[in-house]
């Protein structure tokens, strides 16, 4: 049991990485600091969304984006994540 548990965490802290990186991204290419023509970004960009965009679209049917245009759906999954993850270790004693 404790080595699914440890699985299930390790798979929550790369989706962490995944949110935070898929975030860090969206700035970068809205500043002009990334091109979104080069291949690499493109390769990279794709695979973000098409990890995160599943779970992004279910949060955004509950939370619209506020005005401006601000997307809270990265913010809300992971504290979503992070509270999983203590409701994992404080009842599993992991």
Same mark, same amino acid.
């Given at each position: 049991?404790? /080595?699914?548990?440890?699985?299930?965490? !390790?798979? !929550?802290?790369?989706?962490?990485?995944?949110?935070?990186?898929?975030?860090?991204?969206? $700035? !970068?290419? /809205?500043?002009?600091?990334? @091109?979104?023509?080069?291949? *690499?970004?493109?390769?990279? $960009?794709?695979?973000?969304?098409?990890?995160?965009? #599943?779970?992004?679209?279910?949060?955004?049917?509950?939370?619209?984006? %506020? /005005?401006?245009?601000?997307?809270?759906? #990265? !913010?809300? *999954?992971?504290?979503?994540?992070?509270?999983? &993850? %203590?409701?994992? &270790?404080? @009842?599993?004693?992991?």
């Amino acid at each position: 049991m404790v /080595s699914l548990l440890q699985i299930i965490d !390790l798979v !929550l802290d790369i989706l962490v990485f995944f949110v935070f990186i898929h975030v860090i991204m969206s $700035w !970068l290419i /809205s500043f002009g600091v990334l @091109n979104s023509r080069q291949q *690499l970004v493109i390769a990279i $960009w794709r695979s973000l969304e098409g990890i995160l965009e #599943p779970l992004y679209s279910r949060i955004r049917r509950v939370v619209p984006p %506020i /005005s401006g245009g601000l997307d809270l759906a #990265p !913010l809300i *999954l992971l504290v979503a994540i992070y509270a999983t &993850r %203590i409701i994992i &270790r404080n @009842n599993f004693n992991f």
